[in-house]
């Protein structure tokens, strides 16, 4: 399957087609790029943008203690300590009557100084500051097939509970009334979007996956006027960014990962004028 993919990409225009770092880079973006496109959705709606980022960041921890806890590979560490932090959070959300940008902000000070805190003793931060940026480049085959599984999960969650979290998220009230388990979908959206984000953070980077949450679901909301017009603008701008920023990275000779932010972002403030020009 991999082998029509290469051929396939042999027939786009330009030399970066040539090598096959670009082509398994390609193939990631459009693996990737849609879970991230539907979690976004909800992210913005309901308004855990600040969630995600924490989410990121809590990699430096899991790393962290991978390391503490001898691994070899202290990466699998990653989703493992997100998925703590979002029960801990989801959970803290409806114990404490602290506002929830409040808790979600002791969090991610917490979270974000100890990762640094571990991570520095004894000079060794640098062997773990290529999970800052990411490295698209560098992804291989078996990867890309665990990007595959995680697109499927994702299909298959959106599928059993996306009307739920809708309803959850405009009206947790009503959501109650009518029979749903509010705090299970919360706890559950919680744990996925944790998943997926610290299974993406290697390729994406830790300062920039929330990034790729937001922008592509922020813009499409700038123009759609349905729930499934929004879906389908976010899965097609996500798409048009990673694909324009991994081709313009490799003419500009830059990070990938950052570049593909910067073309969602002109996306997005693009939407945003097109909406101020639109008739009332």
């Known amino acids: 399957m991999l082998d029509l993919w290469y051929s396939l990409v042999d027939l786009f225009p330009g030399d970066w087609t040539r090598f096959l770092f670009m082509k398994q880079a390609l193939l990631a973006i459009l693996l990737v790029m849609p879970p991230l496109s539907l979690l976004g959705v909800l992210v913005v709606n309901h308004r855990m943008a600040f969630f995600s980022d924490v989410i990121g960041h809590s990699a430096l921890t899991g790393l962290a203690l991978g390391a503490l806890c001898g691994m070899a590979d202290p990466s699998p560490a990653m989703p493992l300590f997100a998925a703590a932090l979002a029960v801990l959070v989801t959970l803290l959300k409806h114990y404490t009557r602290a506002s929830t940008d409040t808790v979600i902000g002791v969090i991610f000070a917490l979270v974000i100084s100890l990762g ?165």
């Open 116 to 280: 640094v805190v571990l991570l520095s003793r004894g000079g060794g931060f640098s062997r773990y500051t290529p999970f800052l940026i990411g490295d698209l480049l560098s992804i291989q085959e078996r990867e890309i097939m665990l990007l595959l599984v995680v697109l499927v999960g994702v299909l298959i969650f959106w599928l059993l509970f996306f009307n739920g979290l809708l309803l959850v998220s405009v009206n947790p009230t009503l959501a109650r009334s009518r029979g749903k388990q509010v705090r299970m979908l919360e706890l559950t959206f919680a744990l996925l979007l944790a998943l997926v984000v610290t299974v993406s953070i290697q390729w994406v980077g830790i300062l920039i996956i929330s990034s790729l949450l937001v922008l592509p679901a922020a813009a499409a909301r700038n123009l759609a006027s349905s729930m499934r017009q929004y879906h389908v603008l976010s899965l097609i701008i996500a798409i048009i960014s990673g694909i324009s920023g991994l081709i313009i990275s490799y003419y500009w000779g830059t990070a990938s990962g950052a570049t593909i932010v910067l073309c969602a972002a002109l996306i997005f403030f693009l939407t945003v004028l097109g909406r101020q020009m639109r008739p009332n």
